[in-house]
Every structure is written in C-alpha cells, then in structure tokens.
C-alpha cells in the first residue's frame, strides 16, 4: 500500500478506533505490593488460579511472597513457569489447557509471560486455540479474570489491549487486539524489577520510550494520550539514568513502572509505528529483543520524523527544559532528538543490530511496511529508498 492509500486507511478507520472503549486495569503501586494478589483473588472469588511466569523468577524465590499471600487467601494454585521470550501459540495453548478448573489467571512477569497469559486466558475461555484469536476483535467471550504483575518496564502488556505471540514456523510475530484482553488487575511492585539485569533494564525502558512517542506523534493522539505519553517520557528520562546508576533504587524503578504503564494506557488507543514495525519484523526472523531492537531503531526514526513533527518535539523539548528559554521551536525539536542519541549512548545500546544481516534488508522492508501501511497512523512515510537507507544504518557491520 502507498503512502496516499495507507494515510487514507488510518483516516477512514480513526473514528472507529476511536470508538472502542478501553477498560482500564484497577491498578496497585507500591512496594511489596505483589503479596496482595491472594486477596485480589479472593475478592474474584476464585477457589483455583494458575499462576503463570518465568523460571528464573520462580527458581530465585522472589514470588515466594506473592505465592504466599495466595496460600494465605485459602486459594489453591498451580504454577506454570516455562515461558520464554516471545513466546509461541504452542506455549499459549499448553498454558490455556492447564487454565482447566482455573477459576482466575495470575501473570508475574514481562510482556512475553503477560502477553502468553492474556492469549492463553483468552482461548481457554472461548474453546479455542489462541492462533484463532489473532486480528481485531475475535475473542467473543471473556476471558478468565487476568492479574497482571510486570517484572520489567517497558511492554506494558498490563494495560493494553494487545498480545504479541509468535509463529514458531515463519517466525512473526502476530497480534491479538481486543478490548477483553486488558487484563483486570495491574500490580506495579518496583521490588520485583530491581533484579532486571542492566540491559534488561535499558532496553524494556527503551521499549517504553517507543510507545509513548509513537502515541505522541500518531495521527489518532488526542489530549489524554498526550498527557500519558508526556508523563512517560518525563518518567523515563527522569529515573532511567537514576537506577543505571543504582539499581536497587525502588523510587527510580516505580517511576519506569509507571512510565511503561502510562505509556502502554497512550499507544493502546493511537497505536504504534515504524519503530515497532521494523523491530517485530527484526525480532520476529533474528531473535532479537523487542526492548534492544526499539532502542537501536528509535532515535534514527524520531529524526526522520523531525520535518513533520518539529512543533511536537520543540514542546517535548520545553517540558523536559532543554537548551535556552528563547530557543526556536526547530531548535528545541532537534534538542530532544538529541538527547535521545545521548539516552542510547547512556544506555550503552549498540549502533547496529549484529544478528540482522543485510542480506535480509528487502524482506524485513516488506514485513515492516506490510504491519505498519494502512494500519499505524504514523506522521511520515516512508520510501523504500529511505527505508532501505535507515536498515542499512543499523544491519550487521559487513565484515570484508
Ligand atoms: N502486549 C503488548 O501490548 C506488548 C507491547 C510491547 C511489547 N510486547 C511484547 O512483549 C515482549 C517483550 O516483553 P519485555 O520487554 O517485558 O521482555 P520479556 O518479557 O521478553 O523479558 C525479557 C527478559 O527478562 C527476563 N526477566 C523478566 N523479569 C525479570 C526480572 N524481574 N529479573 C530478571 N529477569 C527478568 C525474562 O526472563 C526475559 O529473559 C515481546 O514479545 C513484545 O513483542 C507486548
Ligand atoms: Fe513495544
């Protein structure tokens, strides 16, 4: 689809997105405040949860409060604690099969166990396997009642609408999008972030980042993903370099719990962009994490933006007060784009995505324009010569 046709697409079906309704999660913040899940439970009157994670959380003991504050409720559960990043429809549908006689579903995790959670929770209460609800919409019933408790910063998957889930055989990533997949309840427990490893760190902020600039600059944002993306990027750019420093920072690590929340509540009703784009396409064939491939995509692409998107990035600019008070607006714009190369730098995430050969560059183009054209309402467009340009800017260094 050309650029005329794609922005036709996204202006066609604004006043529809628009229209549907999004619930919120009642959401907790605070530290310790995992161990209230037992009773959350319990108001849901669930006598069985299946408690989903990853194993490395489940081995280091840190949901043994958690865990016990479900004991203590009176609510039996079982534990399921195999999923890996970016998990598969097979991982979806085991889990949906051991939702069996499971009156509630708790996640303790990032994007990816949040995400195989919603899919599974989804499909167990539809009769289905989850392959079956991808695209906008198709989950009729609703799904199992989904705690959510995010162990990262940066997908957001507790408040969105959205589950990614890949196709282990061709390798992409697919999207479930429906309003019954937000989960019911959102847990921010900063504790159970500060054993993110530093990268892990920087690139699920970086992740969060994207979203709220993506919703920031989208064709469908409007006054309240304004005010969410703003507090997002004022988060992130307050705490991220503030909990590199000190990792056991719990303020820091509830600011970018917050920011990944806020940001996640702005991009589920504008949607995402390029970045997203290109890095699901990336990710999906390199294995590459969504966070790292966001970081590396991001301030390339803001840049690209800049001729279109001055007037937003100068008021970015004045919010987080760069440069002088008598700036121009272009000069306040290009301020912030810097500072998001400076943020990479900081952050120590790389120039190029080694796994991703330029070999792959047209196929990757294709996957990235076929998910965002007619569906992102992205501010600029691109050509595939400029395409081309930016994913030989960050493929693998040629060895000669
Ligand atoms: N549903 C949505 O709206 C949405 C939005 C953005 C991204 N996503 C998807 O979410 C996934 C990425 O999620 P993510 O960035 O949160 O990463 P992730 O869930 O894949 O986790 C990244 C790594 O961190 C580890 N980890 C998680 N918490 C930890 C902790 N507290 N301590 C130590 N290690 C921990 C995990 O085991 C994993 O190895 C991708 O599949 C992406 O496509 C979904
Ligand atoms: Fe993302």
Same mark, same amino acid.
């Given at each position: 689809m050309n650029a005329a046709m794609s922005k036709l697409s996204v202006a066609v079906r604004k006043p529809a997105v628009k229209f549907v309704g999004k619930p919120t999660p009642v959401t907790y913040i605070g530290p310790g405040r995992a161990k209230e899940v037992g009773r959350l439970l319990g108001l849901l009157g669930a006598g069985k949860a299946l408690v989903i994670t990853g194993s490395y959380l489940y081995q280091s003991g840190q949901l043994e409060g958690l865990l016990d504050g479900i004991r203590k409720a009176g609510v039996e559960y079982t534990v399921f604690c195999g999923v890996q990043p970016d998990p598969t429809f097979a991982v979806a549908d085991d889990l949906a099969k051991a939702c069996a006689g499971c009156h509630a579903v708790v996640a303790v995790g990032g994007g990816s166990v949040i995400d195989a959670a919603k899919a599974a929770a989804a499909a167990a209460a539809n009769h !289905?396997? #989850?392959?079956?609800? &991808?695209? &906008?919409?198709? &989950?009729?019933r609703h799904p199992l009642p989904l705690i959510a408790v995010p162990t990262t910063a940066g997908a957001g998957s507790e408040t969105t609408l959205a589950a990614v889930i890949s196709d282990? &055989? !061709?390798?992409v990533k697919r999207q479930l999008l429906d309003p019954k997949l937000v989960p019911m309840f959102a847990i921010l427990d900063p504790e159970l972030t500060v054993s993110l490893p530093a990268h892990t760190t920087a690139y699920t902020a970086m992740d969060a980042l994207t979203h709220a600039l993506e919703a920031y600059v #989208?064709?469908?944002?409007d006054a309240e993903t304004d005010r969410q993306a703003r507090i997002a990027i004022r988060l992130i750019v307050r705490y991220l370099p503030q909990v590199r420093e000190n990792p056991a920072d719990l303020e820091g690590r509830e600011g970018l719990l917050t920011a990944a929340f806020f940001a996640g509540m702005a991009f589920t009703r504008t949607y995402v962009g390029y970045v997203h784009a290109f890095a699901h396409a990336i990710g999906g064939k390199f294995g590459v994490s969504h966070g790292l491939a966001n970081g590396v995509l991001l301030p390339h692409i803001m840049r690209y933006y800049l001729p279109v998107c001055s007037g937003r990035f100068a008021e970015l600019g004045r919010m987080l007060k760069l440069g002088m008070p008598g700036d121009t607006d272009e000069i306040k714009a290009r301020r912030f784009v810097k500072l998001l190369y400076k943020l990479k730098r900081q952050m120590e995430i790389p120039a190029r995505l080694e796994q991703f050969p330029a070999s792959a560059i047209e196929e990757v183009i294709d996957l990235a324009f076929q998910e965002c054209h007619g569906t992102y309402p992205v501010p600029r467009y691109f050509s595939r010569a400029h395409a081309r340009k930016l994913m030989e800017a960050v493929c693998a260094q040629e060895t000669s």
């Open positions: !289905t396997r #989850s392959a079956a609800l &991808v695209g &906008v919409m198709k &989950v009729r282990p &055989v !061709t390798h #989208s064709r469908y944002a």
